[in-house]
């Protein structure tokens, strides 16, 4: 195994994604590996997404809406867990089922190591681990490390 040099960090904005970037932070610094930070979004199906939605003051499709609350909602994630520009991380959103964005992700930027939570903002914490990271662990073409929160 070669070091390291590109980590993908999958967050939902949960407290055990948080914990695996503060683990992907101090990882990405001893390797001195580039980070970046990803969340995938989904829009209802039972909407189509072009479809326009008026929201506040705003009108426009409903993929807009997500989107914009999507980088939102990542930016705020990163604020309260200390992350500022100057740290060099990277951060997207894409739209997509989070599982397979993710992997399709990883592959086409070709990440060397994913860090994730074990647990989401959804889970049963009886599991071992949630269906986006057993999915994760199971469908990647690089190492995957999961933590706790
Ligand atoms: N939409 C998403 N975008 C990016 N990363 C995600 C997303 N959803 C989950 N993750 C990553 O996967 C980790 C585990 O979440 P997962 O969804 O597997 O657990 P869960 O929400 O507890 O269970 P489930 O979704 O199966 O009900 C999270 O800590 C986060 O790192
Ligand atoms: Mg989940």
């Known amino acids: 195994m070669s070091t390291p040099k590109k980590i993908l960090v999958p967050v939902d904005f949960s407290d055990c994604s ?63 867990h200390g992350v500022t520009e100057g740290d060099g991380i990277g951060s997207r959103t894409l739209m997509g089922p989070p599982a397979l964005t993710l992997l399709e992700a990883a592959e086409q930027g070709k990440y060397d190591m994913i860090v994730m939570g074990t647990h989401g903002r959804t889970g049963l914490s009886r599991l071992v681990m949630g269906s986006t990271a057993e999915k994760v662990v199971r469908g990647a073409h690089c190492p995957v490390l999961t933590v706790h929160a």
């Open 18 to 80: 948080a914990a695996a970037l503060a683990h992907a932070r101090v990882l990405a610094e001893k390797l001195g590996a580039k980070l970046d930070v990803l969340h995938a979004y989904d829009v209802p199906t039972f909407v189509p997404p072009h479809v326009s939605v008026m929201m506040g003051e705003i009108d426009a499709p409903l993929s807009e809406h997500a989107e914009r609350h999507a980088n939102e909602q990542l930016a705020i994630f990163l604020q309260d």
